[in-house]
């Protein structure tokens, strides 16, 4: 299959997960890319990664202000409608509480994907600051790695 695992990541949290991720899907046999997101000095997005080209997509992208933050939230929201596309998404935060932020953030990731006619299939919410953290990060490998 052919994946893409559109990221946008500030600190890198959110970029190693996804580094980790792939590594497994490749051994797996899946052919995939990771395109990260870019912005600008005044934090305007200067490319906009095509999802077309993939057979199902990965989005990845972590909480800023109890939301998902506003450059992923952007991107969605530009993205053309594809009928049945297969999508995922994943999210980072900083707290280890999925009610301060990561649960938000995958209910307005799921809303823009619904309304793109895309078929939502997986979610997962790393707590960076968790002590289970890197059992997180294991789960969701495994979950997101059965496609
Ligand atoms: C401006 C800002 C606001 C944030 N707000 C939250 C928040 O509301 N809840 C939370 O759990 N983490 C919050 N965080 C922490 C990030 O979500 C967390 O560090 C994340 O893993 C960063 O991902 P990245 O390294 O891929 O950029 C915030 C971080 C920043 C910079």
Redesign the pocket.
């Known amino acids: 299959m052919k994946i893409g695992i559109i990221?946008?990541?500030?600190?890198?949290?959110?970029?190693?997960?996804a580094e980790k991720l792939k590594k497994n899907l490749v051994k797996k046999g899946n052919i995939v890319n990771i395109e990260k997101i870019n912005i600008d000095g005044n934090k305007k997005i200067t490319n906009n990664p095509d999802i077309s080209k993939y057979t199902y997509i990965i989005f990845?992208?972590?909480?800023?202000?109890?939301?998902l933050?506003p450059i992923m939230n952007k991107y969605l929201k530009q993205l053309d409608e594809i009928e049945n596309k297969k999508v995922s998404a994943f999210?980072?935060?900083?707290?280890?509480?999925?009610w301060?932020?990561?649960n938000k953030a995958i209910k307005q990731i799921k809303k823009i994907c619904n309304n793109k006619n895309f078929i939502f299939d997986k979610s997962g919410i790393?707590?960076?600051?968790s002590k289970n953290r890197e059992k997180q990060i294991e789960q969701l490998i495994i979950d997101f790695s059965r496609t």
């Open positions: 990221v946008y990541s500030n600190t890198g949290n959110t970029l190693s997960v990845a992208s972590f909480v800023e202000a109890f939301h933050n999210i980072t935060q900083g707290f280890s509480k999925s301060l932020g990561g790393i707590n960076w600051g």
